[in-house]
Nanobody
Framework: EVQLVESGGGLVQAGGSLRLSCAASGFTFDNYAIGWFRQAPGLEREGVSSISSSGGSTRYADSAKGRFTITIDNAKNTVNLQMNSLKPEDTAVYYC???????????????????WGQGAQVTVSS
């Protein structure tokens, strides 16, 4: 059974950093593309970052470029999202998602993903 579990969310002041982790079970990342998404109250779920199964391709939302970094830790079977210079508008529930995909395929569309974690709350205070 494929399962994804996010961790690392919390409350941080503006300008601070958090690292989200997505731990996978039931599969290994070498066959799956992973995406990070977020959803704030009253808003649609949006793509934040994605990484291909090979780790060779990454994509970031404009709002995340230069501040967020997505990486794969194959030894731990986790995908991490390092978030720096956080802003109040980054406040949301963050989800990781997975889909079986070719080596260099990435997607920022929520509908492209099959498996989802339960979400982790990130709150950035001003």
């Amino acid at each position: 059974e494929v399962q994804l579990v996010e961790s690392g969310g919390g409350l941080v002041q503006a300008g601070g950093s958090l690292r989200l982790s997505c731990a996978a079970s039931g599969f290994t990342f070498d066959n799956y593309a992973i995406g990070w998404f977020r959803q704030a109250p009253g808003l649609e779920r949006e793509g934040v970052s994605s990484i291909s199964s090979s780790g060779g391709s990454t994509r970031y939302a404009d709002s995340a470029k230069g501040r967020f970094t997505i990486t794969i830790d194959n030894a731990k079977n986790t995908v991490n999202l390092q978030m720096n210079s956080l802003k109040p508008e980054d406040t949301a529930v963050y989800y990781c998602a997975a889909v079986r995909a070719p080596l260099f395929a990435v997607s920022m569309r929520p509908t492209a993903y099959r498996y989802w974690g339960q979400g982790a709350q990130v709150t950035v205070s001003s």
